[in-house]
């Protein structure tokens, strides 16, 4: 069944107190779901350059590269860098002001939305639990599938624990700051592998660096 969302996710990221944290470069920020638990969000992790865990992202991506819920632009910048073809997209208008400050590329667009080289790119990611993104993995799936290459890949990162839930959540600061509610989902690699295949791609490797977790599929 798909979620509805509450709110349009994309007019909750971009408001604060996501939008401040990004500003400052660090948090505490957090996603609090309906049943009270918090979900704490990495903001300095993406606020940094790339890390140990990234380079091994950095690594399987060929070709043109879109990163989709890009934040600030680390892994953007860190393509650019290496004279790779990147782009972001990101709803939030901080985030993409902090990629092209970065040195990196960036649209402020939803991944739904009409985007660049669609059908064309070779590598698409889905990092820092963007497989959340509109709580509808299935959809997201199959919208990242119409935007790779044909023989392009997905990588994806995915929760440590083998989980599979549809919650609905909202942006909070811890100091009284929160954000309108919206849609998001959590998936561990057995439940991405499961949705993947049913949206067309193939689960090709998994692996771990520095306690995270992550799938490369292929169309």
Known sequence: MTARLTEPAGRSWRAEPYAEALRAGRGPLYLRRGDGRLLPLEVERWCADADEADDTVLARCSGSVLDVGCGPGRLVAALTRLGRPALGVDVTPEA?????????????????????????????????????????????????????????????????A???????????????????????????????????????WTPSVSWQAAGRHFVHLRR
């Open 96 to 160: 993409v002001s902090r990629t092209l400050r970065a040195g990196g590329s960036a649209l402020c667009r939803s991944v739904f939305d009409p985007l660049p080289s669609e059908g064309r790119w070779d590598t698409v990611l889905l990092i820092d639990g963007n497989i959340g993104i509109g709580g509808d993995p299935g959809r997201l799936l199959r919208r990242t599938a119409a935007l790779a290459a044909p023989e392009g890949s997905l990588l994806v990162e995915v929760a440590p």
């Open 162 to 200: 083998e989980v599979d839930e549809r919650v609905e959540v909202h942006v909070e600061d811890g100091g009284g700051g929160h954000g309108s509610p919206f849609w998001w989902a959590r998936l561990g690699t057995r439940a991405l592998c499961a949705e993947a295949e049913a949206a067309g």
